[in-house]
Structures are given as C-alpha cells and as structure tokens.
C-alpha cells in the first residue's frame, strides 16, 4: 500500500568532491509532522568553515574595491589639480620669463642704439659695439626660447599630460568595476555556502505522516537505509510525506494474465489491518515490465495500480493487501456451491428438487441446456477443465 500523492524531500546540500553529505539526526519513522517541522539535520561543519573562509575572501574583496575606489577619486583630483593648478602655474612662470626676455631685449636694443651713437662719434670701439649686438642677440634668442615654452606647454605637453590622466581614470575605474565584480561574485559564494548551511536542516514542506525513502539493491540489500551516518547525495529523495486521502494499492500481476487487466476495473481488496473488505479500482497497468530479482525466474510482472475508495484511517503506506480484480462478469447468472456439482465418470451433473423428489441435471441433456443450472454446470466445467 502507497499513497498516490507523496510530497518528496529532496537533500539539496551539493556534492562537494565527496560521496554525500552524512546524517545527524532524524526523526523516526512514521511520526506525524507539521509543515516546518525539522525532518533531518545533516552535517554542516564542512559548510561552516568553508563560510569562513569565504568570509575573509569577502573582507579581502572589499578592501580591493576600497582602495580601487580612492585610486579612481585620486586619478581625478591628479587630473584637476594639474588642468587648474600645475598647468596654470607653469604657463605664468613661462609668461613671466617671457616678459623678463622681453624687457632684456629692449634694454639691448636701447643699449646698442647708444652704442651705436657714441661709435659714430668715434667714442666706442667696434669691438664693444659688438658686444651689444651679442647681447641683442642673447636676448632675442631668450625670448624665443621662453615662447616656444610656452607653445610646447600650450599645444602638447597640456594634451599629453591629460590623455596620460584620462587613461589612469579608465584604467582605475575598470580595476574598480572588476573588484566589484570579484566582491559580488565572492558574496553570492557566501550566499550560497550559508544557503547550504540552512538546507542542512531539512523541514517537512507540508503535513503528513514520515516515511523513510530506503532503497534496496536487487539481491535485497540495502543499497541506502535513512538513519544516523548515512551519506544522502545531492537531489537524494530522502523521505515521503504520504496524503492518506489517497492511497492505493500497487499489485504485481503475472504476465500470463496482465491482458485481462484494464483501467477502471472493480476491485475487492483485503487489509489484515481492516475487518471489512475495502472496494477500489484499477488506475494504471504498467506497459512494461518491473525489473527482476537475481533469484527470481525468468517469469515477468506488471505494476498495476488501484485507488483505495474510501481508505480507512488504520492503514498505512507499506502495509501488504490481497487484490481480487473482477475481469469478467455474467448477469443473471445463478450461482451454486462448488459442492452441488457432482462428478461421476467424467460426468458433471447437480440435483434439482422436483416436489418430494430429486432429478438430476447434467450436461448432455440437451433439451435443458438452456436451464439456469446446467448453465452453470457447463460453466463450472468450463473454469475446472481451464
């Protein structure tokens, strides 16, 4: 006997490298439940020190965004403070030596006109008049070499100290972005591993009545028994929590007679645990075949699957029940005890009371084929010689 509608608990712990996750406790077998209350509690310590350690993975992240972070604002305020302060500062002390050169020129060139007037009146030396010329020279040099500065600073060295600036922001900012990422990644980790740490504590999702989903290997050893230390694998049935409004009876039926079986049959079926017979019908008939046992022969068996009408209180899901499938039926049909039919040199016949007096009835009288209890004995003929 089973239940058509079990709610399955799965283990949704993941395998980590190893063969399952053990069990610690669990409740016992066939207690009733709340929805909420705790069926099982796996072992978490391995789930709890790996949060650990992703913790201080986390904390290091976060550090990393930190820094990123100051190191984009500083890239920034590097690009301001040369934009707003070191550039305007250059160029004023370019312009300042610009106007220095400048006014050395015109002290120059005043200084050679002089010289130049006092020669023509013979008072200088041409060597000395030279010598002023050099200085125009210098001076004018100067100046250029103080413009150009200025061009240099204005037209390339302004451009290639903020593409150098722009680039440290990019770069800073994409660090930034990607240690974010990290940090995220990191915490859906942390998420993920105290997710783990709460499935380790498998609550029932509704009411019901426990029953352990132990499984047994085809030479009928336990292949996976609930109990304290067993290792359940990920999306491991666990337990069922069976509705006892609905419950049914899986049957094996013989191959021999599987094609007398279809849906929707009566069916009468027994339960040591229930006086009264309980009525039910055939829900499915399996098309294939299940599977064998090493010691069992080479005869097949069908699952078929009949829903208890009515199912009483007292039974439960793993009890055993004897099924009686009606695959035929016969109105009208008189019935007799199997011992009125009598059996004589291979003769069958049954004893009608005619008044006072008893008339035997038997199959080759065939002006009373057609009465009801020659009917009958054909029939029980028919099912014996069968």
């Not at 929805?35 to 796996?42: A, M, N, P, R, V």
């Not at 199912?311 to 029940?321: D, F, Y």
Request: aromatic fraction near 4%; glycine fraction near 6%; hydrophobic fraction near 35%.
């Amino acid at each position: 006997i089973e239940s058509s509608s079990n709610n399955e608990v799965k283990c949704e712990v993941k395998g980590r490298g190893s063969s399952g996750t053990p069990i610690l406790t669990v409740v016992a077998e066939g207690t009733f439940v709340k929805k909420g209350d705790t069926l099982c509690q796996l072992d978490s310590s391995a789930l709890e020190q790996e949060a650990k350690n992703q913790r201080i993975v986390v904390s290091s992240a976060e550090s990393s965004v930190i820094s990123a972070e100051a190191a984009v604002n500083k890239a920034v305020i590097a690009r301001e403070e040369y934009l707003n302060g070191t550039f305007l500062n250059e160029r004023r002390l370019i312009l300042s030596q610009i106007a220095v050169a400048q006014q050395s020129l015109r002290k120059a060139e005043l200084s050679l006109e002089s010289a130049e007037r006092l020669a023509a009146k013979g008072t200088l030396k041409p060597l000395q008049i030279e010598a002023e010329q050099f200085a125009v020279e210098n001076a004018k040099n100067t100046l250029e070499s103080e413009q150009g500065k200025l061009r240099v600073l204005d037209e390339l060295t302004k451009s290639k100290m903020l593409v150098q600036f722009d680039a440290d922001i990019e770069t800073t900012k994409a660090k930034l972005e990607s240690d974010k990422n990290t940090l995220s990644e990191e915490k859906n980790k942390l998420d993920e591993i105290q997710n783990q740490i709460r499935a380790c504590t498998i609550k029932a999702p509704a009411d019901g009545q426990v029953v352990y989903a132990n499984k047994f290997s085809g030479r009928g050893g336990g292949e996976f028994i609930v109990e304290a230390g067993a290792l359940v694998r990920e999306q491991q049935t666990i337990f069922l929590l069976p509705d006892p409004s609905r419950m049914q009876v899986k049957a094996k039926i013989n191959e021999s007679r599987i094609s007398l079986i279809r849906e929707g049959m009566p069916v009468k079926i027994r339960v040591n645990a229930v006086e009264d017979e309980l009525l039910g019908r055939v829900t499915k008939v399996n098309k294939y075949a299940e599977p064998g046992n090493w010691w069992g022969s080479n005869v097949k068996e069908y699952a078929t699957f009949i829903q208890i009408v009515n199912p009483p209180e007292t039974i439960r899901t793993g009890m055993t029940a004897e099924v009686r499938i009606f695959v035929e039926q016969i109105d009208d049909a008189i019935q007799v005890p199997v011992h009125a039919v009598y059996e004589t040199k291979r003769h069958h016949f049954v004893l009608v009371k005619n008044g006072e007096k008893w008339q035997t009835r038997s199959e080759e009288h065939t002006s009373e084929l057609q009465s009801p209890c020659n009917l009958v004995c054909r029939l029980l003929l028919e099912k014996k010689k069968k």
